[in-house]
C-alpha cells in the first residue's frame, strides 16, 4: 500500500534528490560504486522520485515489526537503530532531504493503517 501511495506520489510531484540540485552535494555510493548501476539500470529509475523516501519508509516497517513481534533486547535495539541508520544513510549520500525522510514514515506508516482496515474488514466479512 505505501509503495502504491508513493508512485502517485513520485507522479504527481516529481523531486529531485539534493544530490541532482546546484548545491555542490555528491552522492558517494554512486560515485564510488558500481554495483548500484548494475543492481538499478539507469534505464529503469526515475531520478526524480526523492518524495517520500521509501528507503526510509520501508525500513521503517522492518523496525516496527522486528519491534513488535521480539521481546529480545538486542532484537528491539536493531529495530530503532535501522531506520535512524536509513535515515542518516540517505540524507548523507543526497538521496533525500529530511523531509523525504518524514514523508516517508508518514507514507509508510498510513500504509500500515490502512492494512489494518482491511485486515479487520475482511475479519468481519468472513464472520458474517
Not at 554512486?30 to 543492481?39: A, F, G, I, K, N
Not at 482491511?118 to 468481519?124: E, G, K, M, Q, S
Amino acid at each position: 500500500i505505501s509503495g502504491a501511495i508513493g508512485l502517485v506520489v513520485f507522479m504527481a510531484f516529481p523531486t529531485a534528490p539534493p544530490r541532482l540540485v546546484d548545491l555542490g552535494l555528491i552522492d558517494t555510493v554512486t560515485e564510488r560504486s558500481s554495483s548500484y548501476r548494475t543492481l538499478q539500470p539507469p534505464g529503469l529509475i526515475n531520478k526524480y522520485a526523492a518524495m517520500p523516501s521509501l528507503h526510509f519508509g520501508w525500513n521503517l516497517l522492518v523496525g516496527v515489526m522486528l519491534f513488535r513481534v521480539s521481546r529480545r533486547l538486542v532484537v528491539r535495539v536493531f529495530a530503532i537503530g535501522l531506520p535512524i541508520a536509513m535515515a542518516l544513510a540517505v540524507v548523507m549520500t543526497a538521496n533525500h532531504y529530511v523531509l523525504d525522510v518524514l514523508a516517508g514514515a508518514i507514507v509508510a506508516l498510513a500504509g500500515l493503517a490502512l492494512v489494518g482496515v482491511v485486515n479487520r474488514a475482511l475479519l468481519a466479512l468472513r464472520r458474517s
